[in-house]
């Protein structure tokens, strides 16, 4: 069964670096997401990905963040000098289509420990 | 803001009981609603999607929905210890899913 592949899967990185979390979805979906979950709070989304743009993004995503599609299978997100408070599971997301009805499915997430 | 609730639980019955699993959104525009079951330390899994008021069940999975109240709900039937997760309530809008605190389930056996 298809799935959405992440790498790698914990990230250790200092404060002030920059890190490139990657995400592979499923090869025929469309829309790309990403999420993060913050240890023992709730599951907050980030931006969405459609045609090679941002489709909508949350507070959360300011210009910190970047997404990138480099190539025809790979998602990237970008976070410029990270900072303590983004430590966090982020989790990547794929779906077929978007509108009134579709259904996203996650990665294994990766986890990123800023110190 | 667009706000989903769902009581946090922990929620405990015994194996082969109904579990009850309430959440609400503050979104009237919301059009797509999902319920997905999370481990911990994994990611979430889709269990249920729902999109039309009323009911939708799947094995021992029931989504029920009214956009009225703004009220989703999930019923496990026959519940078993493997169902012992947090489940966690998710609405889509316009490409935006908003996901709830979860509700944390235990199944006693």
């Known amino acids: 069964e298809p799935e959405v592949t992440q790498t790698p899967s914990h990230q250790v990185t200092q404060m002030g670096q920059e890190v490139i979390l990657r995400c592979v979805p499923i090869?025929?979906?469309?829309?790309f997401y990403w999420y993060r979950q913050i240890l023992g709070q709730k599951v907050e989304f980030l931006v969405s990905f459609y045609n090679n743009e941002i489709s909508e993004k949350s507070e959360i995503f300011d210009d910190q963040f970047s997404v990138e599609r480099p190539d025809g299978s790979n998602f990237t997100l970008k976070i410029r000098s990270t900072k303590l408070e983004d430590s966090a599971m982020y989790f990547c997301a794929s779906s077929l289509t978007s509108g009134y009805s579709y259904e996203q499915y996650f990665g294994p997430g990766t986890r990123l420990t800023v110190t | 803001q667009k706000e989903v609730e769902q009581n946090s639980g922990p929620l405990s019955v015994p194996e082969g009981a109904i579990a009850s699993l309430n959440c609400t959104y503050s979104?009237?525009?919301?059009?797509?609603f999902f319920w997905y079951r999370q481990y911990s330390g994994k990611s979430p899994e889709l269990i249920m999607s729902?999109?039309?008021?009323g009911d939708k069940e799947d094995g021992r999975f029931t989504a029920q929905l009214n956009k009225a109240s703004q009220y989703v709900s999930l019923l496990i039937r026959d519940s078993q210890p493997s169902d012992s997760a947090t489940y966690l309530c998710a609405v889509n809008g316009n490409n935006d899913m908003r996901f709830g605190a979860g509700t944390r389930l235990t199944v006693k056996p």
């Open positions: 090869s025929n979906h469309l829309y």
């Open positions: 729902i999109y039309s008021n």
């Open positions: 979104d009237r525009g919301s059009q797509s």
